[in-house]
């Protein structure tokens, strides 16, 4: 795979895929900018190099029609802001109009095209939408690390119509700190798991058993594995179809020799809303009536005993309703304990990435991963069709 700093970047017109699909707010501003602000060390590498640099993003799911709704604008703004330049969002991301104002960008000029999803033809990666996109670009660089597990036309179908493919620096960064965590790691290595479903986590938890020392399960996905136990869990959440799976993970990581931990306490309630009565109560006394909406603090002890003793760490899934405030304490103990060690710490999707910052533990962890769905794969052991695509590009150009 080739990289930045293998290229000749001035002069070229540089076709960057990042993945601006951030988070907004009712006003539509941009209310998690980590994804933005990841992409700027290759951003500025281009620019300072002389490039014109082309952004190219979705943004949420618009299924191939123009909404306002889903503008790339917002993004376009906080960029701007970032860079303390002004950085234009032209309307469309292929066309005359599109191909005109790429052709005007001077060296060290940068543009935003709107949404690549106002095209259906972006998710069906149809090649002749992949070429008109490859149209715009002398240099075609995947900083979109976040949708490369998505074969899309602007991520995989474009690298075969280009003539040089390149790795931007987050994307890089991405896969390194994955192989250290997953390849060879320090040991003892620990994987903590949360969330609402063991279906969803179903394939990492193959994947990572007999990988790891540690499995430590919390979120609404422990309820399955305590009633998997014979513990009774009131009327939390339980997918009553995962029982089994439950008890059949439970074995294969008994038979590992991979140590798994439930929690032993949790924080219960009726309804999951901020001032209701809300109890703290040792797993094996849940009330019938009651919904488990996060891990207690013995729990969170018994975790943090463990993990101390761990030299490589990798988190994904939230340990409870940590949006609500009550029920988030757990999630957000075991955010500041993560950052607060001295092991390799690598956190990923976006929950358990947003807790971590809400705790101020961003600049603590190691690692925080831009990646939710692509981040996932990652762990489930399965290859990205945007990475694959930048290695299948780099063997074509020898
Ligand atoms: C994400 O946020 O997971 C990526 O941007 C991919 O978006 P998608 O799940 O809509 O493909
Ligand atoms: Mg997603």
Same mark, same amino acid.
């Given at each position: 795979?080739?990289?930045?700093?293998?290229?000749?970047?001035?002069? *070229?017109?540089?076709?960057?895929?990042?993945?601006?699909?951030?988070?907004?707010?009712?006003?539509?501003?941009?209310?998690?900018?980590?994804?933005?602000?990841?992409?700027?060390?290759?951003?500025?590498?281009?620019?300072?190099?002389?490039?014109?640099?082309?952004?190219?993003?979705?943004?949420?799911?618009?299924?191939?029609?123009?909404?306002?709704?889903?503008?790339?604008?917002?993004?376009?703004?906080?960029?701007?802001?970032?860079?303390?330049?002004?950085?234009?969002?032209?309307?469309?991301?292929?066309?005359?109009?599109?191909?005109?104002?790429?052709?005007?960008?001077?060296?060290?000029?940068?543009?935003?095209?709107?949404?690549?999803?106002?095209?259906?033809?972006?998710?069906?990666?149809?090649?002749?939408?992949?070429?008109?996109?490859?149209?715009?670009?002398?240099?075609?660089?995947?900083?979109?690390?976040?949708?490369?597990?998505?074969?899309?036309?602007?991520?995989?179908?474009?690298?075969?119509?280009?003539?040089?493919?390149?790795?931007?620096?987050?994307?890089?960064?991405?896969?390194?700190?994955?192989?250290?965590?997953?390849?060879?790691?320090?040991?003892?290595?620990?994987?903590?798991?949360?969330?609402?479903?063991?279906?969803?986590?179903?394939?990492?938890?193959?994947?990572?058993?007999?990988?790891?020392?540690?499995? &430590?399960?919390?979120?609404?996905?422990?309820?399955?594995?305590?009633?998997?136990?014979?513990?009774?869990?009131? *009327?939390?959440?339980?997918?009553?179809?995962?029982?089994?799976?439950?008890?059949?993970?439970?074995?294969?990581?008994?038979?590992?020799?991979?140590?798994?931990?439930?929690?032993?306490?949790?924080?219960?309630? @009726?309804?999951?809303?901020?001032?209701?009565?809300?109890?703290?109560?040792? &797993?094996?006394?849940?009330?019938?009536?009651?919904? &488990?909406?996060?891990?207690?603090?013995?729990?969170?002890?018994?975790?943090?005993?463990?993990?101390? @003793?761990?030299?490589?760490?990798?988190?994904?899934?939230?340990?409870?309703?940590?949006?609500?405030?009550?029920?988030?304490?757990?999630?957000?103990?075991?955010?500041?304990?993560?950052?607060?060690?001295?092991?390799?710490?690598? &956190?990923?999707?976006?929950?358990?990435?947003?807790?971590?910052?809400?705790?101020?533990?961003?600049?603590?962890?190691?690692?925080?991963?831009?990646?939710?769905?692509?981040?996932?794969?990652?762990?489930?052991?399965?290859?990205?069709?945007?990475?694959?695509?930048?290695?299948?590009?780099? *063997?074509?150009?020898?």
């Amino acid at each position: 795979m080739k990289t930045l700093d293998d290229l000749d970047l001035k002069g *070229k017109r540089v076709f960057m895929r990042v993945d601006f699909n951030v988070p907004l707010d009712k006003e539509r501003r941009v209310r998690d900018d980590l994804r933005i602000r990841a992409v700027l060390p290759s951003v500025h590498k281009v620019l300072d190099s002389g490039g014109r640099l082309v952004l190219a993003s979705h943004l949420g799911r618009p299924k191939g029609k123009v909404a306002d709704e889903f503008s790339l604008k917002p993004a376009a703004g906080r960029l701007s802001e970032l860079l303390g330049k002004p950085v234009v969002l032209v309307p469309d991301c292929v066309g005359p109009e599109v191909e005109k104002r790429v052709s005007l960008l001077k060296e060290g000029e940068a543009l935003l095209l709107e949404n690549l999803r106002f095209h259906a033809e972006e998710e069906k990666n149809d090649p002749d939408f992949s070429r008109r996109l490859a149209e715009l670009a002398d240099i075609y660089v995947n900083e979109a690390f976040a949708a490369s597990h998505r074969a899309h036309a602007s991520v995989q179908g474009i690298t075969r119509f280009v003539p040089v493919c390149a790795a931007g620096y987050q994307l890089q960064q991405e896969i390194e700190y994955f192989k250290k965590v997953m390849v060879n790691p320090q040991r003892p290595l620990a994987i903590i798991v949360g969330g609402a479903k063991v279906s969803t986590k179903l394939g990492l938890l193959e994947n990572l058993i007999p990988k790891v020392d540690y499995l &430590i399960i919390g979120g609404a996905m422990a309820n399955t594995f305590l009633k998997a136990g014979g513990k009774e869990v009131g *009327k939390s959440l339980v997918e009553s179809d995962y029982i089994e799976t439950a008890q059949r993970l439970t074995d294969l990581a008994n038979k590992r020799g991979v140590k798994v931990l439930l929690p032993v306490d949790a924080v219960v309630s @009726e309804v999951a809303e901020g001032g209701a009565d809300v109890q703290k109560v040792s &797993i094996d006394r849940v009330p019938g009536e009651a919904q &488990i909406f996060d891990i207690g603090p013995q729990s969170v002890q018994v975790f943090e005993s463990v993990l101390k @003793e761990c030299k490589t760490i990798v988190w994904n899934g939230p340990m409870g309703v940590f949006e609500t405030a009550p029920f988030g304490k757990g999630t957000f103990a075991l955010a500041e304990f993560l950052g607060s060690i001295g092991a390799l710490t690598v &956190i990923g999707g976006g929950d358990s990435a947003a807790a971590v910052r809400q705790a101020g533990a961003e600049d603590k962890v190691s690692y925080i991963s831009t990646g939710g769905g692509a981040f996932l794969e990652l762990l489930e052991g399965k290859d990205l069709p945007g990475v694959s695509a930048l290695e299948e590009c780099g *063997k074509r150009q020898r």
